[in-house]
T-cell receptor, first 114, second 109 residues
Framework: EAQVTQNPRYLITVTGKKLTVTCSQNMNHEYMSWYRQDPGLGLRQIYY???????DKGDVPEGYKVSRKEKRNFPLILESPSPNQTSLYFCASRGADRVYGELFFGEGSRLTVL | GEDVEQSLFLSVREGDSSVINCTYTDSSSTYLYWYKQEPGAGLQLLTYIFSNMDMKQDQRLTVLLNKKDKHLSLRIADTQTGDSAIYFCARGGGFKTIFGAGTRLFVKA
């Protein structure tokens, strides 16, 4: 089954404690992206990756890091989480077609930073 | 999204039609999309329209695109309780997809 898998789905942590949210896709997609969803603001892009070892900042990259060492995986790293990073996070992937771009989303990771 | 706007809430009665509206400012997108987010789940593509089309119909869904006014709408006929969800308008530009804030559709039985 084609899917994007995120872990953990739910996490409560404390300010400053490094955490990683993993994302894996089994569709051989070149493009992967992280979004955060906040009430009234919709989806905002954090980072994206066009392919292995190619990453770039989205609209709200501050406080986040990513890596793309393998095509299927795109982890999101919060080196020193702060309460304003409490949010619902989505990983998404799409194929290489530059024009038509259906995004396939994971189920989301709800993060609370105390 | 900075240039995709939609109202945040819509409430309809079961069996009525729902119309969710969206406006955007950048007209360079080739495709415009509607994604649906059900409670506790990620977004799934519901339908899309190519920018040179005015209308697209897919069963209960009708998408209308007014390029002059930069206005996109999604009409759901015979709305059911299972249609209760958040609907996101999005436009595609190269590899970047810009999303609106989402419209939460409430369906009253």
């Amino acid at each position: 089954e084609a899917q994007v898998t995120q872990n953990p789905r739910y996490l409560i942590t404390v300010t400053g404690k490094k955490l990683t949210v993993t994302c894996s896709q089994n569709m051989n997609h070149e493009y992967m992206s992280w979004y955060r969803q906040d009430p009234g603001l919709g989806l905002r892009q954090i980072y994206y990756s066009m392919n292995v070892e190619v990453t770039d900042k989205g609209d709200v990259p501050e406080g986040y890091k990513v890596s793309r060492k393998e095509k299927r995986n795109f982890p999101l790293i919060l080196e020193s989480p702060s309460p304003n990073q409490t949010s619902l996070y989505f990983c998404a992937s799409r194929g290489a077609d530059r024009v038509y771009g259906e995004l396939f989303f994971g189920e989301g990771s709800r993060l609370t930073v105390l | 999204g900075e240039d995709v706007e939609q109202s945040l809430f819509l409430s309809v009665r079961e069996g009525d039609s729902s119309v969710i509206n969206c406006t955007y400012t950048d007209s360079s997108s080739t495709y415009l999309y509607w994604y649906k987010q059900e409670p506790g789940a990620g977004l799934q593509l519901l339908t899309y329209i190519f920018s040179n089309m005015d209308m697209k119909q897919d069963q209960r869904l009708t998408v209308l695109l007014n390029k002059k006014d930069k206005h996109l709408s999604l009409r759901i006929a015979d709305t059911q309780t299972g249609d209760s969800a958040i609907y996101f308008c999005a436009r595609g530009g190269g590899f970047k997809t810009i999303f609106g804030a989402g419209t939460r559709l409430f369906v009253k039985a």
